[in-house]
């Protein structure tokens, strides 16, 4: 029978269009009266900015912005951030943007809700001792599923390495979902984080950790974004496609919250973390080679992809070979560049490979996997 497994999703879910304008509601409901709203410099510059800090002051509450956060938040300005939050009294945190802000924004409560200076001493899962105060995300791309997970990823300055920071009591109060917030999404970004969220669930569904609801969450999840990220890419205004990807995302993030993100993801953020690239073409570089070195050990999920793919084949191996051919394709199609076009060399694989192997996700890798293996894999993807 199934192993044991236990499941929750401590995050209030609202998703449609305009269903931002719940967040004047859910202050009002707290009785919040100051909010700290976290987001980058290039989402500051948008009217959705100026439209969610209308919500805040609706609620009669006043707001606070920190937008000094890098694509690749730094453990830097988690402090500066929390420092604002804890200055400004904030009793919320609003964060508003993609994975990079809404990152930030849960690394930030840790330090502002506990009166704390350094995110370091949290790295690791389940080192965050009780509940933070209230956080609200609202994401704005199909990716990194960050408005249901509840990890942040962190930027070590000193030691140039992202490290991970877990908690439950990290997750979203609500996450507000609007695929309409998506229609403006440079195609560059579209594909990068589109094929995040491709990773993530394929991660998810092929992880050790894998449950059957996580499984059934990763299946729909390939197939929404296998299905709409070329439209979402070439016409940025399809709303149908975007409705899609920002379903598939939020589907991924869920499934790898309780599955775990593997290999592809410890590659990629060693990859990212010396050389400040998007995550999501970290993982879109990686992803085929990583996919071929794992079907062996689950030959028949990766059938399941292929066939969640929308895939013909006639054995699971067939299968399995087909969904690397695909993901292959889809990052070609969405024109992200090969792992030889990226300012990296051979020389750098091996420290790279040692970084991915201390990642805390490589023992959920679907096979196991040593340093060499990284190294070689580093390779593989460098001759592509
Ligand atoms: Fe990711």
Redesign the pocket.
Known sequence: MTDAFTFILPTDIRYGKDITSELSSLLQERQIQQVLLVTDPGILKTPLVDKVIGYIKTAGAQVAVFSEVSPNPRDTEVSEGARLGKEANAQAIVAVGGGSPMDCAKSINVLMSLGKDSIKEFEGSGKVPGPLSPYFAIPTTAG?GSEVTWSSVINDTDNHYKMTIKSTYMAATVALVDPMLTLTVPPAITASTGM?AL??AIEAYTAKNANPISDALALQSIELICRSLVTAYRESDNLHARDEMMMGSLLGGMAFSHSD?ASV?CMAEALGGSLDLP?GLC?SILLPYVMEFNAPAAINKFSHIAAAMGLDFQSESEGAEKAVGFVKDLAAKVELPQLKELAVTPDDFPQMAAIAMKNGSTPSNAREISETDYLNLFHKAYQA
């Open positions: 990194t995040d990773t993530h993100v993801h995550h993982n």
